[in-house]
């Protein structure tokens, strides 16, 4: 079982950052990618980013250049930095992990969302 919390949106103006964070608690071993991804009013849920367990990153083209998705050491904290935010990035953001139990049991594990606005 995995447990994910997402954290760290709120209002920000075009052209500000803003940094969101998943903490993970429960069988983070078993966890082998995790992402981000985002859902705007009357929008289909897109994928923004994600990283592997070995550390490769792959991100949207609309956020290429101005996103950047990381974890911590112990891989228990994913981050999404945000800059160059632009009113078409507002949207609630969800956390994501996909993991493999020593079962073999494929699962997918979400956050609850953060909101991001941006807006003047």
């Known amino acids: 079982q995995v447990q994910l919390v997402d954290s760290g949106g709120g209002l920000v103006q075009p052209g500000g950052s803003l940094r969101l964070s998943c903490a993970a608690s429960g069988s983070i071993s078993s966890i082998s990618s995790m992402g981000w991804y985002r859902q705007a009013p009357g929008k289909q849920r897109e994928l923004v980013a994600t990283?592997?367990?070995?550390?490769?990153?792959n991100y949207a083209d609309s956020v290429k250049g101005r996103f950047t998705i990381s974890r911590d050491n112990a891989k228990t904290t994913m981050y999404l930095q945000m800059s160059s935010l632009e009113p078409e990035d507002t949207a609630v953001y969800y956390c994501?992990?996909?993991?493999?139990?020593?079962?073999?049991?494929?699962?997918?594990?979400w956050g609850q969302g953060t909101q991001v606005t941006v807006s003047s």
């Open positions: 994501n992990a996909h993991g493999v139990t020593k079962s073999g049991v494929v699962t997918s594990y």
């Open positions: 990283i592997t367990s070995g550390g490769s990153t």
